[in-house]
């Protein structure tokens, strides 16, 4: 296994810094699954709750579902500065008056369509 240099973690963190997304990937380590699952219910102070994890059908649907483990179904400690870019989004989402159109799912575009996980991945690389 290889890790990145603490000069390579300061780039990461550094390119990641405008992506409450990104960002929040970064810190915690969630999965791209865990994260576009994440509700702003699940958001409490410095911790998030996995309860739920998004996957893209080969139509294009997105659903829902429980992690399939038990160890994955989890509450996790965040970062004092993920909370605030956090917070911060949801302010600008608010004011822009973007809602998700399935419920109060975090990531979305400004059109209110959930995040699809393979543009997320191409725009990390």
């Known amino acids: 296994m290889h ?17 409450s997304y990104y960002y929040l990937a970064i810190w915690t380590g969630m999965r791209r699954s865990e994260l576009l699952g994440l509700r702003w219910g699940d958001i409490q102070n410095l911790t998030v709750r996995v309860n739920q994890v998004a996957h893209q059908l080969e139509g294009g649907e ?5 992690p399939e483990t038990a160890s994955s179904k989890r509450t996790q400690d965040i970062h004092p500065r993920a909370a605030l870019m ?12 973007i809602t998700c159109n399935n419920s109060d799912i975090v990531f979305s575009d400004p059109d209110g369509t959930e995040f699809r996980p393979n543009t997320l991945t191409r725009n990390f690389f």
Not at 3 to 19: F, G, H, N
Not at 62 to 66: A, F, L, S
């Open 3 to 19: 890790y990145l240099t603490e000069q390579q973690i300061k780039r990461v963190l550094e390119a990641s810094k405008d992506s």
């Open 62 to 66: 997105m659903v829902y579902t429980e």
């Open 86 to 97: 956090l917070q911060e989004y949801k302010q600008w989402k608010e004011s822009l008056r």
